[in-house]
């Protein structure tokens, strides 16, 4: 289950699910935060290897060995430790080498993959999938795997990592770039099956229907550009008319000049981003992979989520992004993104369609079918009713208009009518007959018109190929063997797919055949791949053979050789390097010259040819010369002949042979040097035979640095070379004998071998020593060596050690046997590391280093496994550059101690990173106290915020936020004590508490308490909710306005709106003022009609009891008017109506209106009364 592997790749642990030590193992991946660990707890007495940083193996849930390394253990007192770990690729490529600011340019996904992962242990795999030529660059240093993410993105792929193990060890780490394309393989999640949770949350809050665009700052003394986008349609949906949702929009960027047409086209983008509702879901389902074997589930699938018992019924479509696999349980956990939403109506249009045209035809064919079967029977049944024989031979006596069924073909039967003595084909016979294709002739289609698309392939392939082998810089004879093999292979099989084709058409392919040359196309593609990679390997060669030609070319070397061509024949170079001469077409010189002296017999022959245009530039020179120079102990013959050609890639050829007779030894040599200025490359071969009386023969060859060579001597047979190739015919065999190479008193070996190039002087065992045993100088061959006993002062130490200094290899040793040290120095700089063991060496002072700049040399100071100190005893160090100063811990804090002895108590600064998974939540933390305290008791700090990785940042998450924390740097544990606080307030969990003892909050302007004067501002919020029974007070001394936006003042329960119910509450006062001057007023006319006849007839009271008093002690029974919801059916005056409420001042001016027509009735009742009163009084005096 867990194989444990330490840094040598040895597996020194395997812990088996069978031994029950692991409790808990779950491996995560997540591809879209690029995140991969596996986290295991195991019994404590199992994890002796698992107490260094080891690397762990697994296999997930697909079989896929993956790779871990230990980041962290926690062991607990009831005997289990948990370790976590993260994948290797992260420390692997993160850590290697990084990238200084570049670009990779016009490269394939592999190409570019390859070389980032360069030097990691990674490789790139074979099924990387191709993402054509793209060009990336970064303009900072940046790591491999930042520049890998950056491959990501720029190819539109996605990348996995994984290995393949073989017999105990680790075979390849590997690294594939796919492009993320999730496809649906048939998985439904479905309420009842799998489908245990499910959450749609719809959030309204962030709509904005309209955005004030607002573009970058210009420069000084230009106005900012601004502009508004709206979208009315998206108003009509969500807003109220004309009270549009209004938003800000500030594009990210530089560019100060900004066109309007370019940010509003930004802005209307962005409005269409947030102009819509956000829809997100929670989806929790059950695996069942282990009972049903089809449903399979795989990271990066597209899947499919239905519950019709839902309402709206739900169509979703996801993306499995992230899986947690148990490795014990075998239980995995799903994580889902990337929704998509579709409605049932649309699912079901299509089907709905058919199916209504199904029912359509049913319910027209019952309807129909007597009427169809009279019709039928009365129009045909007046014929005679025809009849159909059956047989493989034609009928005998046939009459006109008799049906035979012809079975004589066993596959097809053919309905044949009768007429005139010929039997005439009434039925399909062959695919033709009705427009078909058989099933040959669709498959030599097929293949046709693959072949057609194979055709080009394949001309592009021999193109390449027949280029790579044409190249003069393919000079690796096995890989142009391999290449020709393959390309052997790849034409043969295309040639045999073009051979059946070729024979066969349409009409006479057969399914054999066809079946065979599909097979041939399968046979062909493994064939192209193959060739395809042996082209990649040999265009790699083809590289590092240019590369290592241009490494040996300069320009001083072909000016150099260019002259030295043109000094012998009278001709000039110029500026742009070309030979120039007299103005001659064509001219040949040759001369001869024979010089003899007593010394010497030399003759000379030279002949000269070249070409120039009407400018005098040389077009083409071929120069050669010969000579022979015969000593009385000497004889020599040279050859020589150069080649200059100012074409295209304007080349120079120099070719020399010699040839060298000596009493006692011959030797041949011949070398040829080929400089193309336009390449910037320089060819070298040298080919050379010494046979000597002492040594032997000895063949060498050289070619550009590959030095291949053989010697034949006293010795035997030496053989050394890149390659050294022996072919035996026959029995072959080869006898080693031991031999004592020793050089003593009586066997001192010398070799002295005088020739043209020089003196060269052998000598294998020269001694010079002097002094005793104790105090010695030695010298010997390329090695000084001394030893003695010194005393020295160092650091107001007096010491006194035995001392042992060598010189050799181009360094100096001093070596210290008594203290076990050593220090070496060299042209690299000065020393301790020669000695092999880290532990035991120091450190180095390294000139000309290239490791923190691979352009210029620097000067680098390391240290080994001790301490690097840097210590001024009585002044300053000074740290100074042109450039920045960079401080760095690759594994721990960083630590400043001011005033270290001269104040109490301990105080120190500690800069460190927060140690997280998530590379977007390793946080920056600056710390001041007592530190170093084990008990870390006093101290305070600031955290900065990271929350993203580079080239994948989420902007609405990157916010710049600085923390107050403890000593430990926790978040929100710290506190911010200050005079002013400039800046918004945002909460960091729900509420924001201001706490004020015994005092006030209050708002003032930026002058504060202002020497107890202070001036008070504006406070403005959605809503404010108070504790205490006081909840408002006013101190003006003045009037109090309550400003309600021309709307009216409503006084409910805490609930408000209570979504179109609102409870409203009583509201209790001295007196009521409403305004009624004229001022206020506007079509004022008197009130003329009478209101008692509408008290009469249109008003009808109630009684009723209030919803909001139910079950509380306030229930009772009110009395008066109730508003209808349809106002039509309303039974009092409509003026009275104001919404869902009445006009209490508008009943009260009713009632004041009735009450004065009462008055004005009394009046006139009590007039007639008095008048009946005198009538009566006068008839009863009468």
Same mark, same amino acid.
């Given at each position: ?356 045209? !199904?029912? %359509?035809? *049913?319910?027209?064919?019952? #309807?129909?079918?007597? +009427? $169809?079967? &009279? ?5 045909? /049944? ?114 045999? !797919?073009? %051979?059946? *084709?070729?024979?066969?058409? #349409?009409?006479?392919? +057969? $399914?054999? &055949? ?5 097979? /041939? ?662």
């Amino acid at each position: 289950m867990i194989h444990v592997m330490n840094f040598k790749g040895e597996i020194v642990d395997f812990i088996s699910q069978a031994d029950n030590a692991v409790i808990h193992a779950v491996h995560k991946r997540d591809i879209n935060e690029r995140m991969e660990t596996f986290d295991f707890t195991i019994l404590s007495e199992r994890t002796t290897h698992l107490q260094e940083r080891n690397r762990i193996i697994i296999q997930d849930k697909n079989g896929q060995y993956r790779e871990f390394i230990i980041d962290r253990i926690s062991a607990d007192i009831d005997g289990y430790t948990e370790v976590e770990t993260v994948a290797s690729y992260l420390e692997d490529i993160t850590k290697a080498r990084p990238y200084t600011p570049g670009k990779l340019e016009k490269m394939t996904t592999k190409q570019a993959l390859s070389d980032v992962l360069k030097d990691t242990g990674w490789d790139v795999s074979d099924v990387t999938e191709y993402g054509g030529l793209r060009t990336t660059s970064w303009t900072s240093y940046q790591t491999r795997y930042d520049v890998l993410l950056q491959l990501c993105t720029t190819y539109k792929m996605m990348a996995d990592f994984y290995i393949e193990v073989g017999s105990n060890r680790v075979d390849k780490r590997l690294v594939v770039l796919r492009k993320r394309n999730p496809l649906f393989k048939g998985k439904e999640i479905e309420y009842g099956k799998d489908l245990t949770g499910l959450k749609r949350t719809v959030d309204f809050s962030e709509i904005k229907t309209a955005l004030l665009c607002v573009g970058p700052e210009p420069e000084e003394g230009k106005k900012r550009l601004e502009l508004v986008v709206k979208d009315d349609e998206s108003q009509a949906k969500y807003g109220l008319p004309g009270r549009y949702n209004w938003g800000v929009y500030e594009p990210e960027t530089e560019d100060q000049n900004m066109t309007e047409s370019r940010l509003r086209t930004l802005g209307i983008t962005e409005l269409n981003k947030r102009k819509s509702e956000v829809i997100t879901y929670e989806v929790t389902a059950v695996d069942i992979e282990k009972e049903y074997k089809h449903e399979v589930i795989n990271l990066g699938d597209m899947v499919r989520i239905k519950n019709r018992d839902f309402t709206p019924p739900l169509y979703v479509e996801a993306e499995v992004i992230s899986e947690e696999y148990d490795l014990i349980s075998k239980d995995v956990t799903y994580g889902f993104g990337t929704y998509k939403e579709f409605k049932e109506s649309d699912l079901r249009s299509s089907f709905d369609r058919k199916l209504d045209a !199904i029912r %359509q035809k *049913l319910t027209d064919g019952f #309807s129909n079918v007597n +009427t $169809i079967v &009279k019709e039928s029977l009365e129009g045909e /049944l007046q014929y005679f009713e025809p009849k159909i024989l059956k047989g493989d031979t034609p009928p005998d006596n046939p009459v006109n208009d008799l049906l035979w069924l012809d079975t004589s073909n066993p596959k097809v039967a053919v309905l044949r009518r009768y007429w005139n003595g010929e039997w005439i084909k009434s039925s399909a016979e062959n695919a033709e007959d009705v427009g078909a294709v058989t099933r040959e002739q669709a498959l030599y289609s097929d293949l046709s018109n693959t072949f057609v698309n194979l055709n080009v392939q394949h001309s592009k392939l021999m193109h390449d190929a027949f280029v790579t082998l044409e190249s003069e810089y393919l000079v690796d004879t096995d890989i142009k063997a391999e290449v020709n093999s393959k390309l052997n292979d790849t034409i043969g099989v295309f040639n045999e !797919i073009k %051979q059946n *084709l070729d024979s066969m058409t #349409s009409e006479t392919a +057969t $399914i054999g &055949k066809l079946v065979d040359t599909q097979a /041939l196309f399968l046979e062909y593609r493994e064939k192209m791949q193959t060739l395809y990679n042996t082209i990649e390997n040999a265009k790699i060669a083809i590289d590092e053979r240019f590369k290592l030609l241009q490494s040996q070319y300069t320009d001083e070397k072909f000016n150099e050789t260019l002259n030295n061509v043109a000094s012998k024949l009278g001709l000039t170079v110029n500026e742009d390097n070309q030979l120039v001469g007299e103005v001659d077409v064509s001219k040949q010189i040759n001369e001869a010259v024979h010089e003899m002296t007593n010394e010497m017999l030399r003759d000379y022959v030279t002949s000269t040819e070249y070409q120039s245009d009407k400018n005098g530039i040389i077009e083409r020179l071929d120069n050669s010369d010969s000579e022979r120079k015969q000593l009385s102990n000497q004889i020599a013959d040279r050859v020589t002949r150069s080649e200059y050609e100012n074409d295209v890639e304007q080349r120079l050829f120099n070719s020399k042979a010699e040839v060298l007779i000596e009493a006692e030894q011959t030797s041949n040599r011949v070398s040829k040097e080929v400089f193309n200025q336009s390449s910037k490359t320089l060819e070298r071969y040298t080919s050379e035979f010494i046979n000597n009386v002492s040594t032997g023969m000895f063949f060498n060859y050289d070619d550009n640095g590959n030095i291949q060579s053989a010697n034949i001597g006293r010795d035997g047979i030496k053989l050394k070379g890149d390659r050294v190739d022996i072919t035996v015919n026959k029995d072959f065999n080869v006898l080693v004998n031991d031999v004592a190479n020793k050089a003593d008193e009586t066997n001192i070996v010398n070799k002295l071998n005088l020739s043209r190039e020089g003196l060269e002087i052998d000598v294998n065992n020269v001694g010079i020593r002097g002094g005793d045993s104790s105090e010695y100088v030695h010298i010997k061959n390329d090695e000084i060596t001394l030893y003695g006993t010194y005393t020295r002062d160092w650091a107001s130490v007096t010491e006194t050690n035995n001392v042992f200094t060598r010189l050799k290899d181009g360094h100096i040793r001093f070596r210290n046997n008594d203290k076990d040290r050593s220090i070496y120095i060299s042209d690299l700089g000065i020393s301790t590391f020669l000695d092999g063991s880290p532990t035991e060496a120091s450190g180095t002072i390294q000139f000309f280093d290239h490791l923190y700049d691979p352009n210029i040399r620097g000067l680098t100071i390391r240290s080994g496994a001790g301490v690097l100190g840097l210590r001024s005893e009585g002044n300053k160090i000074v740290m100074e550059a042109d450039d920045t100063v960079n401080i760095g811990s690759n594994k721990y804090s960083i630590y400043l101690r001011p005033f270290a002895n001269t104040r109490s108590g301990i105080n120190e600064f500690q800069f460190y990173v927060k140690d997280n998974t998530n590379p977007k939540d390793t946080d920056g933390v600056l710390l001041f106290g007592e530190l170093s305290d084990p008990s870390r008791v006093a101290g305070a700090g600031i955290r900065f915020r990271k929350q993203g990785v580079r080239g994948f940042e989420n902007v609405s998450e990157m916010e710049p936020l600085v923390y107050a924390t403890n000593n430990n740097g926790d978040i929100g544990s710290g506190s911010f004590y200050a005079n002013k606080l400039y800046g918004d307030w945002t909460t960091k969990n729900t509420n924001v508490y201001a706490m004020v003892d015994n005092g006030e909050l209050r708002v003032t302007n930026l002058k504060g308490y202002n020497g107890g004067n202070p001036i008070y501002n504006d406070l403005r919020a959605r809503e404010i909710k108070t504790t205490h029974s006081y909840a408002f007070s006013n101190h003006s001394g003045s009037d109090v306005y309550f400003g309600v936006g021309y709307r009216e003042l409503r006084i409910t329960a805490n609930n408000f709106w209570n979504g179109g119910t609102p409870q409203y509450q009583d509201i209790r006062f001295k007196n009521w003022t409403a305004m009624s001057h004229e001022k206020y007023k506007y079509d004022i006319a008197e009130w003329d009609y009478n209101v008692l006849d509408v008290y009469k007839n249109g008003l009808q009271l109630h009684s009723y009891k209030v919803n909001s008093e139910a079950s509380t002690d306030y229930a009772r029974i009110h009395h008066g008017i109730v508003l209808r919801e349809n106002s039509n059916l309303d039974k009092f005056p409509v003026e009275w109506r104001n919404g869902d409420g009445f006009d209490g001042n508008e009943i009260m001016f009713w009632n004041t209106k009735a009450i004065q027509e009462l008055v004005f009735k009394l009046e006139e009742q009590n007039e007639k009364i008095n008048k009946l009163e005198e009538q009566l009084n006068e008839q009863t005096a009468s």
